[in-house]
């Protein structure tokens, strides 16, 4: 399957990239593993305020996993929200990263119609940190209508503010995110959910998403859509009903995060290096 990705290249002073005229970042594969992060973008001291035709852009390794583009009718000039997209496992293309897996940032600057990779995700503090991708299974392109149930009902939100022009390498350690390392376990005995038994519910040797569709059949038609199988058996939340919301967890604990932070913001594993007013000499382009 060809990818569309842009693989950013040749690198020059000033860590800015040379673009083609009216570059613009390639979009991002869309996959059903998605997390969205929206927050600000701050211009450090001689950076630019982002302006109509901006971009900001998450990035793993050479893939560009979510874009935004900036407007001139947004009411904050600086807000922005993407939606961040990762790997499925179920299918043969590497879209983008793994839960856990660390992920950059880079910025369009349409006026100089150039790339950079100065732009840093900060605390409240004002510190670098470390971000980890947070993304789990949503049933944004799932085959049935459910009315009612929003976009990405299973993705993490979370808020980050990003910094434009900051050199400050971004710091190390902390494993994957502390947040699994997004296997398949086709093993799964029933995890952290409420309900018992194996999550295989369609019984061919696999926990995906054919699962979740065996309990969305099981709530529209009950029990016997499945044989052999109880209401006890679906619940994978352990609310004490059978709802789209026990499709979500089932996806959620395959990829390693707990069923019971459904919509939960992802904390990652954001390790905070000194202040952002430290800045370093040079440029990295955390690839």
């Known amino acids: 399957m060809h990818r569309s990705t842009r693989v950013v290249a040749a690198c020059i002073a000033g860590g800015l990239f040379a673009g083609n005229a009216e570059a613009q970042f390639a979009g991002p594969i869309n996959s059903m593993v998605v997390e969205v992060i929206s927050g600000a973008l701050q ?34 000039p600086r ?19 793994n839960f856990g897996d660390e992920i950059t940032f880079q910025f369009y600057d349409a006026s100089t119609n150039m790339f950079r990779t100065d732009v840093r995700a900060v605390n409240s503090a004002g510190e670098v940190i470390r971000v980890t ?19 990405n009902p299973g993705a993490p939100r979370r808020e980050l503010t990003l910094v434009l022009g900051l050199n400050e390498p971004t710091p190390g350690g902390g494993g994957n995110g502390g947040g699994g390392n997004g296997g398949d376990d086709d093993d799964d005995d029933g995890g952290s959910g409420g309900g018992s038994g194996s999550r295989d519910f369609n019984g061919d040797g696999r926990v995906d998403a054919a699962d ?55 904390s990652g594993d954001e390790t ?16």
């Open 43 to 76: 211009s450090a001291p001689g950076a630019p305020t982002p302006v109509l035709g901006d971009e900001i852009a998450a990035v793993f390794g050479s893939f560009v996993i979510g874009v935004y583009g900036f407007t001139a009718t947004q009411s904050d």
């Open 79 to 97: 807000e922005y929200s993407m939606d961040v997209f990762g790997d499925d496992e179920d299918t043969v293309p590497i879209e983008g990263p």
């Open 133 to 151: 991708y947070q993304g789990e299974f949503s049933f944004n392109d799932f085959p049935i209508n459910l009315p009612g149930l929003p976009s």
């Open 212 to 266: 979740a569709a065996a309990i969305l059949r099981a709530m529209i038609a009950g029990p016997a859509a499945v044989d052999g199988m109880t209401v006890a058996s679906f619940d994978v939340d352990g609310d004490g009903s059978v709802t789209t919301l026990d499709a979500v967890a089932l996806l959620r604990e395959r990829q390693g995060a707990p069923s019971s932070t459904i919509g939960m913001p992802g």
């Open 272 to 287: 905070s290096s000194n202040s952002a007013a430290d800045t370093a000499d040079g440029l990295t382009t955390g690839q």
